[in-house]
């Protein structure tokens, strides 16, 4: 801007000056002709003067250096020239200052000479005689004059430039110095040129709305910054690029990233073919959706694009941690297969007895032993829904009244109840310990001891042990089953307490059971806000510690 305004003022400058020099010659040149004019007009009336009175002769001792003198008699030849032979001129008759005299008594003319580039200017007079008497002076025209005056002109103009440049430096630098010195974050606190008041209004308005967006703005990403950092699922927001804009801290933990990737490409951050492509097809405007294992857990991506005015402007990715659910699905599933396997068994063994007792294929000697078997395995099968009722309660946690029960006496009553079952299997089981008393739901607590003090007599050897133990254990209530059985491999530990899972398939068909024992006690154990721990070795025994 300092430069514009430098060469505008410059220009300027030049121009007033050229325009000047210009008008001033033009003014000075008419001013010299008019006074040229008029002394010529004086000078040829005083000679005429005394031409008139002394006649020609008076030019025999005349001498003009400044004027030239001309006398034409009246058929225009020449008489007398102060700079010319007389003899050797032409016939002045036609001259225009001449004829007009003749006619008239006085004539002016001037003309102009291209070749000598100079004007001269005329004035004559008739004598008394009759003569006419001509003065004539030569003065140069305007551009003579001009090229005359050039040094001197070429010096103004040179002094005037330099003056220009100084001077337009200044005023530039002043002008503009309040325009650099502006205060645009505080345009009402200026104090400048009153033209700029109205930019400067508004300037501040602007400021102020912007202020004002940029505050909303400000809260609108706390609170987005907020929500999605409380998030336990991933949410990663890219632009249209495949840019990070945002990555809340459960992304981060996900994969891997300690510090944020804002502006960076996501495929630095996650090289997998899976979300690349996934990525490609939301961007073409697909929903990308797929499931993957990371960190030991399982995850499903959801990526959508996000569109303004038609465009799109970036993506979203949503990272959902579907570990528990994956697992209860699978759960469910074998629940299904195994649920319908333990049912239809029984039931196979119990429509296959009657097919027989109906059909007469029965000796009549064998036809209690088949009763019998139908019997055992309806009861077996009363058994398993009855377990698995217990559990669909479990896994519903519906609020049940509770009340003080005293564990020691659900332990001795879950010993008197399995006394038969485990005499019948040579095996002992005693009950020790101290009355401890905890608020629960007594139906679960008895289940709890009843199952595990029944696997314990199942899974023993015989003339083997039990032993149920009840003590304080500070603010905790110790239950501990204890037997010296045939004990279950490291490798099944972890998976005992799911439902239907047998260490030995075979082992278990002869024992009997239906497989929810322990995932009964296992969520039993989990209502009442306790834990399950569990010590065994093969053909050492085995011992579960259930802690209130």
Known sequence: MTGKIFRSITIVAMTVLLASLVLATSFLHSYFNQTQVDQLKEELSIVAGSVDNAGEEYFNNFNSSIFRFTLVSPDGKVLYDTQANQDEMDNHLKREEIAEALETGTGSSSRYSSTLTEKTFYEATRLKNGNVLRISVSQVTVGALILGMLPAV??????????????????????????????????????????????????????????????????????????TASMSEGLILLDNKGFVLSMNEAAKKLFGIEH??????????????????????????????????????????????????????????????????????????????????????????????????????????????????????????????????????????????TESVDLLEVANEVAEVLSASAAKRQVSVSVDGENCTINGIRRYLYEIIYNLCDNAIRYNKEGGKVNVSVKQDGENTVVTVSDTGIGIPPEHHSRIFERFYRVDKSHSKE??????????????????????????????????????
């Open 154 to 227: 070429c010096a103004i103009i040179l002094v005037s430039v330099v003056v220009a440049i100084i001077m337009s430096n200044k005023m530039a630098t002043s002008i503009v110095k309040p325009l650099n010195e502006l205060d645009l974050e505080h345009p009402a606190n200026n104090n400048t040129y009153e033209e700029l008041t109205p930019i400067l209004t508004k300037l501040n308005k602007q400021h102020k709305q912007i202020e004002s967006q940029l505050a909303l703005l400000r809260e609108k990403s706390d609170e987005l910054n907020q929500i």
């Open 260 to 401: 944020t990737p804002v502006g960076r490409d996501f495929l630095t951050v996650d090289r997998s073919s899976e979300m690349n492509r996934a990525i490609n097809k939301a961007f073409e405007g697909n929903r990308s959706e797929f499931r993957e294992t990371r960190n030991g857990n399982e995850y499903q991506f959801i990526i959508n694009r996000t569109e303004s005015e038609g465009k799109v402007i970036g993506l979203v990715i949503l990272c959902l941690d579907v570990t528990d659910s994956a697992f209860a699905e699978r759960n469910r599933k074998e629940f299904t297969a195994n649920v319908s396997h333990e049912l239809k068994t029984p039931l196979q063994s119990i429509i296959g007895s009657a097919e027989l007792l109906e059909n007469g294929l029965v000796k009549p000697e064998d036809t209690g032993r088949f009763i019998g078997n139908i019997k055992n395995e309806a009861q077996r099968l009363v058994s398993l829904i009855n377990d698995i009722i217990r559990l669909s309660q479990l896994d519903e946690d519906a609020e049940i009244p």
């Open 511 to 548: 024992t009997g059971g239906t497989g929810l024992g322990l995932s009964i006690v296992k969520h039993a154990v989990a209502y009442h806000k306790g834990k399950v721990k569990l010590e065994s070795a093969v053909g050492e025994g085995t011992t579960v510690k259930i802690v209130f």
